[in-house]
């Protein structure tokens, strides 16, 4: 999946959980979000809050490789330089 295939609107739902990684490393960001992925049961919707600019290339690349889908991913920014991006992932266990 490309940057051109993420999903143009958001959702118009509350996410089941959501998954703060703001100002945290990649390592430990991808440990929290993993185990959500594993938790949630099939269908839940997922949030994601970043401020890694690779937000935009992972999770689709993640939602590619799984069966998770991807719902969309807004970025908001948030000062003068640092932007924040919510990613939106819908459950689904293979």
Known sequence: ?????????LPDLAPDE???????????????VQRALTDL???AVLEV???DRRARQ????LAELT????LGIECRRTGLVRKEYTTYLR????
Do not use: K
């Open 1 to 9: 999946m490309t940057e051109a295939a993420v999903p143009g609107t």
């Open 18 to 32: 959501t998954v703060d990684n703001r100002g945290r490393g990649c390592a430990s960001g991808i440990v929290r």
């Open 41 to 43: 049961p099939d269908g």
């Open 49 to 51: 809050r970043s401020t």
């Open 58 to 61: 992972e999770y689709p690349r």
């Open 67 to 70: 069966a998770h889908e991807l």
């Open 91 to 94: 459950i689904h266990h293979e």
